[in-house]
């Protein structure tokens, strides 16, 4: 019986084996989770297609606290500034609309709208509708389009997230980190284990369907031990997509001073790639795929915003400190929320920084972030979109690196293989230009 998933990119899947048709992205797991393309080119969404339409991503720049171990553009404090800066957020959403038109002047299909932050569930319902609405005057927002919120557990009530759900908003991505009280703790979160099921059970009440929920490991004084119930609890919560990060201590945190002092510890490379390889296992055999390096899904969840960034596909960032991928160039904004409200109430550009993206740039850039997908590079598709075949820009640098096993060629994708996965960056060295 041909049964129809939605791919990646909102398509409905007719093929009689069971898998997607995008031409670019396919992805589908089959019941026994192994990652499989579709054969048979029934119909396809050819990469200029997909050039031609765009994500979009709002920056809400608002915490109650800050982590101990965040580098983000983030504010604590300044909860006043929510309503002058949606107001200013609407008319950036405005201007970028200007700026995406088509060359018929008609407004520019969107396929995916992303609150982030920050903490957009500070926002209110009516102010995160307004900002939706804003978007839809701009541009054309496909009627399917993934419209995900980040959420904090703790800042989530039944009746905001009922409201979320009629505003259009239609995926929560829920800021868990762990369920471990004391880890939550050292990590500076306000959240408690509790809450973190609540967010979800009130979520599903809400008819949410698409849930995201964060984890983070290699945390100081996390034992495997922590990490088994944490995903042990994750899973009994049966959200749709997971998110599991490494911590990475950047500098100018909290975090940093106390490493560089000695009062903390996170864990070591050997101990992080345990935790990494016992949830990858863990998680398929849930049901979930590995369809990033740091992302699981089961079928027809994974996130089609985040794969408009690892198909380096274009998107415009809105919001202080947003950046921005169009027409050969990469731009932001200015990062202070002040100076970006003093700036858009002026009706100026917010836009700080910009650099020109050139073509064998735009190919490193592509190559490697698609090897960071389970998928790996559609090589047809490279070849469509640069008109060079991939083999012919990396020349011998390919076969050096196929040949050390860290890459495998499936007809007409290339992937990195299990070793390759597990070495990530040096392949990436290895194979692309400089
Ligand atoms: S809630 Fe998220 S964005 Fe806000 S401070 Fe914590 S880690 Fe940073």
Redesign the pocket.
């Known amino acids: 019986m041909t049964r129809a998933y939605t791919t990646g990119w909102g398509q409905e899947c007719p093929c009689p084996v069971n898998c997607s048709i995008a031409s670019l992205h396919p992805f589908y797991i089959t019941k026994k989770t192994t990652m499989v393309t579709c054969t048979t080119q029934i119909s396809a969404v050819p990469v200029q297609q997909l050039l031609e339409t765009i994500s979009l991503y709002l920056h809400i720049p608002f915490?109650h606290t800050?982590?101990h171990y965040?580098d983000?553009n983030?504010y604590a404090g300044i909860l006043p500034l929510r309503e002058p800066y949606v107001q200013a957020l609407q008319v950036e959403v405005e201007q970028a609309g200007k700026l995406a038109q088509r060359p018929d002047g008609t407004p520019r299909r969107a396929r995916t709208i992303f609150f982030g932050?920050?903490?957009p569930s500070l926002l209110s319902a009516i102010q995160t509708a307004r900002l939706l609405r804003a978007c839809r005057s701009a541009f054309a927002i496909d009627q399917d389009a993934e419209v995900t919120l980040e959420a904090?557990p703790g800042t989530l009530t039944l009746e905001h997230l009922i409201e979320l759900r009629t505003a259009g908003i239609n995926r929560l991505s829920i800021?868990a980190q762990s369920f471990d009280a004391v880890l939550l703790k050292t990590l500076g979160?306000i959240h408690t284990p509790d809450e973190i099921c609540q967010a979800v059970y009130a979520a599903r009440s809400a008819s949410f369907t698409s849930i995201n929920l964060d984890f983070m490991f290699g945390l100081p004084g996390q034992t495997m031990q922590h990490w088994y119930e944490t995903l042990d609890q994750a899973l009994a919560l049966h959200p749709e997509h997971l998110s599991l990060y490494s911590l990475i201590i950047e500098e100018g945190t909290p975090f940093y001073t106390w490493t560089q002092e000695g009062s903390i510890a996170p864990g070591d490379e050997d101990l992080c790639a345990d935790m990494y390889e016992y949830a990858d296992e863990r998680l398929r055999a849930a049901g979930y795929e590995n369809y990033e390096i740091s992302n699981w899904a089961l079928p027809g969840h994974q996130c089609r915003h985040n794969l408009t960034y690892w198909h380096n596909l274009p998107y415009l960032g809105m919001g202080a400190g947003a950046y921005s991928s169009f027409a050969g160039r990469r731009f932001s904004n200015v990062l202070a929320p002040l100076e970006y409200i003093r700036l858009l109430r002026a009706r100026r550009s917010p836009e700080a920084e910009s650099e020109t993206v050139d073509r064998v740039q735009e190919m490193t850039e592509t190559a490697f972030l698609e090897l960071r997908t389970a998928m790996g590079i559609h090589l047809p598709s490279f070849e469509q979109r640069f008109s060079q075949p991939f083999a012919q820009f990396v020349g011998d640098r390919l076969h050096t690196v196929e040949a050390a096993g860290l890459l495998e060629q499936t007809q007409e994708w290339l992937r990195l293989s299990k070793r390759g996965r597990l070495l990530g960056n040096e392949v990436f060295l290895r194979l692309l230009p400089n």
């Open positions: 915490c800050r982590c965040c983000f983030t932050g920050g903490t904090n800021g979160r």
